[in-house]
Structure formats: C-alpha cells, structure tokens
C-alpha cells in the first residue's frame, strides 16, 4: 500500500501541465516552469506556487521540460495552478512546429483589413470577434518565430 501511495505522491521541484481544449488533452506532461498569456499580461508558475486561477488570452504558452523549452500557441481560456499542477483550459492550441504561416498571415491580414473598415465605436460583438481572431494569428506567428520560424 505504501508503494501506490508514494507512486502517486507530487514529485518535488515538477509541475504536471495539462493543457484541454474541447479536442482533447493537448499537453499532459510533467514540467519545470510554465509561462502563460493572461488577460492581465503574462504570468508565471514554477512548482510550489500559490493557487491561483486566471482568464487567458490568445498568446504563446511557453514550458521548460527535461532542460528544453517547448512554444505553443494557445486560445482563449482559463488557467488553474497550484503548488504540484498547472491546468490550462482553452479554445484552441497548436504546437510552434505546427502552425500554418501562410494561413496565419492571410488571416491576420484579412481580420486587419476588417478591423481598419469598421466604422464607429471600437466596441461591440463584432470588434471583440475579430480582435480575438487578431489575436489568435498573431499568437500563432509569434510562438512559430520562437521556435526558429518565419
């Protein structure tokens, strides 16, 4: 009984990461630091941290596993952490290595364009759509540049 108690016990100086989207478990590994975008600007979370719940923002995930920085662009959404665990649930996430450029790029030009022809107060449903979407192609792009791409 001891074994299954000590198996399953928080190891000390890791965080476990699991990162959800409504796809399914993106990231679900055992990591070292954890640097996220929130609404209130980009935070940090090392293991032993205070609880801690925060709304995320479209943005680049960064984490630090077995000495190598892994970039993910990630949605919308919210992020839990705690001293042993850090929980991200989000609209969407895609590894650097996996973003489409091309794809990113027209996207950030179209919604720009988009973003430029509104007349009016910059409010409502539609400002906040394309500004999300704004936001999600740029966290593409710039999580992509992090990993070495252009």
Known sequence: ???????????????????????????HKDVDQVEAPSVAGEFGVLPGHLPLLAALKPGVLRYRSEGKTFVLAVGAGFAEAGPDAMTLLTDRCVEAGDVDLAA?????EKVTAK????AGPREGEEFDELSRQSLWAQAQLEAAREAGRS
């Open 1 to 27: 009984m001891a074994d299954t108690a000590q198996a399953t016990a928080p190891r000390s100086g890791i965080l476990r990461l699991d990162v959800v989207t409504p796809a399914g478990a993106a990231v």
């Open 104 to 108: 990113a790029r027209t996207d950030l």
């Open 115 to 118: 973003l430029d022809a509104l």
